[in-house]
């Protein structure tokens, strides 16, 4: 599975932003996808992700603010209300029979 993350940019403290991860390859049988945040000195947290069936998870410090969907081999996450502290790079990742493959990140940077 080669998956491509696009979407990340420049935003100010308050506006929005959609990330797109599109999945290429050997794609039947993803059964998650997950999108996942790096920010300078820290470590990379799952901030969203979907399985197969619908279900949908978030890190407590998005709820609200961001919505991962899926259509077909592209995962997109939503983000509104963004804050100076969703600034980081952003993954995403798909497992496909307990084999994980991640896309390259995107870079999201938000102003105060």
């Known amino acids: 599975v080669q998956l491509q993350a696009s979407g990340g940019g420049l935003v100010q403290q308050g506006g929005s932003l959609r990330l797109s991860c599109a999945a290429s390859?050997?794609?039947?049988?993803?059964?998650?996808m997950g999108w996942y945040r790096q920010a300078p000195g820290k470590q990379r947290e799952l901030v969203a992700s979907?399985?197969?069936?619908?279900n949908t998870n978030y890190a407590d410090s998005v709820k609200g603010r961001f919505t991962i969907s899926r259509d077909k081999n592209t995962a997109y996450l939503q983000m509104n209300s963004l804050k100076p502290e969703d600034t980081a790079a952003y993954y995403c990742?798909?497992?496909?029979?307990?084999?994980?493959?991640w896309g390259q990140g995107t870079l999201l940077t938000v102003s105060s």
């Open positions: 979907i399985t197969s069936e619908g």
């Open positions: 990742d798909a497992v496909r029979f307990l084999v994980s493959s």
């Open positions: 390859g050997s794609i039947f049988g993803i059964n998650f």
